[in-house]
């Protein structure tokens, strides 16, 4: 749920990258967070799993506009793929404002993409939200891969496999490159903006964070 820090005249919106282990989560937001000038972002944040890592920071950004004549910073978040760590991926999912969900494009991780969308969809269950009715962008990542001899899906096998019912928009990657990784994210600032707007400020559901500290 979006949050309205009264002293600085911000919103914040969070946004949650989900996915199976591996995937490119962590790396969309290292490289975000590499690319984007320290005036415009907050500190990297990062909690160590094993095998994974729960990491995020705050950005700025200057071309979203206001909302109410209050500026936007997004949140953004990774979740830890691997199976044993639902509890964690069900708790940074909480009060969430919008979703990319990063897939594998190896073949041998098909399972797992699915598996993923279905662990997506009963955490959010748990918090009384739908996946269709959030903000949400697909990314297809390691597309760099598709000239290698390593087996990939095709990008009409994974829009059968994840995005056939829901029609989310979605973007191909290798965000190793930072190819996507930025189209993707104006993607998914732009309809999450527009959610909180429409949900929060029209009809009057604002949390207000009096201090700042989310």
């Known amino acids: 749920m979006a949050l309205i820090d009264l002293n600085r005249r911000e919103i914040h919106c969070k946004i949650v990258y989900y996915g199976p282990g591996r995937s490119g989560k962590t790396t969309n937001l290292f490289y975000i967070y590499n690319a ?12 160590e799993t094993r095998g994974e890592r729960t990491l995020f920071f705050d950005l700025l950004p200057i071309n979203l506009g206001k909302i109410q004549g209050l500026n936007i910073r997004i949140q953004l978040y990774t979740v830890p793929g691997q199976s044993h760590y639902r509890a964690t991926r069900k708790l940074v999912l909480k009060g969430v404002d919008g979703i990319v969900f990063v897939a594998d494009s190896l073949r041998k991780r098909r399972e797992k993409n699915i598996e993923s969308l279905t662990d997506l969809r009963n955490n959010l269950t748990e918090y009384n939200l739908k996946l269709e009715d959030l903000p949400l962008v697909f990314q297809y990542n390691k597309r760099d891969l598709i000239s290698s001899s390593i087996p990939i899906l095709s990008v009409e096998e994974l829009e059968e496999d994840l995005n056939k019912d829901i029609g989310a928009p979605y973007f191909e990657a290798a965000a190793t490159k930072g190819i996507g990784v930025f189209e993707t994210l104006k993607e998914i600032s732009k309809r999450t903006v527009k959610y909180v707007a429409r949900k929060y400020i029209f009809g009057k559901q604002i949390t207000r964070a009096q201090g700042g500290a989310l």
């Not at 984007?36 to 909690?47: A, C, H, N, Q």
């Open 36 to 47: 984007v000038s320290e005036k415009y972002r907050g500190k990297l944040l990062t909690i």
